[in-house]
């Protein structure tokens, strides 16, 4: 059974110590955190260790940090020859320090406290500096999870910045259109299925078939009534880009 440790107590190694927790290829050695009662419902006590000298030899160790933390805790980690990976979705794997074996586990999804998901569909993008690390990683990722790809640093972070588009601008646009509607006494609901049935399409159509609405249909007066109604400068500016875009059919401006 591989022996991990995670160190970080924030949402990404909440998450991970859920679903590690269920594998039976896997084992948690030890976490590392800081505040040791933050994860007391997660994991035995006696397993969280809030000084690095206190990190007992595991197969594999986790760094779930923020990505301005990374470097900063893996040059504080008292051993040298061990396998230490990232969660990061656009650090490097450099940015490891060079004493130990290095690695990249990223989960792509978005992670919240309390909010419950299902890990055996997220996929993992795993990275390693040889072959041998590599199988490592793909055993502890494949225990957790049924979506497991080989992915570079710099696909990585091309792949983190096309997330950005999908979920934390899309998710963004859902409270713009939260706002219009509390401002004007209507239920958000309304919408809800709407936005499912969006997510829906994509998983048969191609992002660029499945786009309707009015800059799809070049429709003008829509467009100009859309701008008139909008008093949000803000709120303006994103509609003009978003459909300035669209027209252009995804090109650059």
Known sequence: MIQITIIGSGNVAQHLIKAFSKSEAVEIAQVFS???????????????????????????????VTDNAIAEVSQQLPFNNQLVVHTSGTASIETLDDKNRKG??????????????DFSI????????????????????KSI????????????????????FVNNFTNHLYQIGQEICEE???????????????????????????????????????IEA???????????????ILTQSIQHNGKKL
């Open 34 to 64: 800081r505040k040791k009662e933050k994860l007391s419902s997660l994991i035995e006590f006696d397993k969280i260790v809030s000084n690095y000298e206190n990190l007992k030899e595991a197969d594999l160790y986790i760094i779930a």
């Open 104 to 117: 990249v586990f990223y989960p792509l999804q978005t992670f919240s406290k309390n909010k419950e998901i």
């Open 145 to 164: 999870s049924k979506a497991v790809f080989p992915i570079n640093s710099e696909q990585r972070k091309a792949l983190h910045v096309a997330a950005v």
């Open 184 to 222: 004007n006494q209507v239920s958000f609901d309304i919408l809800k299925p709407l936005i499912q049935e969006t997510a829906e399409k994509i998983k048969t159509l191609e992002p660029i078939d499945a786009q309707t609405g009015p800059a799809k249909r070049n429709d003008s007066s829509t």
């Open 122 to 141: 997220i996929p993992i993008c795993l990275e390693a500096d040889n072959t041998f690390d590599f199988r490592v990683l793909e055993t502890v990722a």
């Open 226 to 240: 859309h701008l008139e109604y909008l008093t949000n400068e803000n709120q303006k500016n994103i509609y003009k």
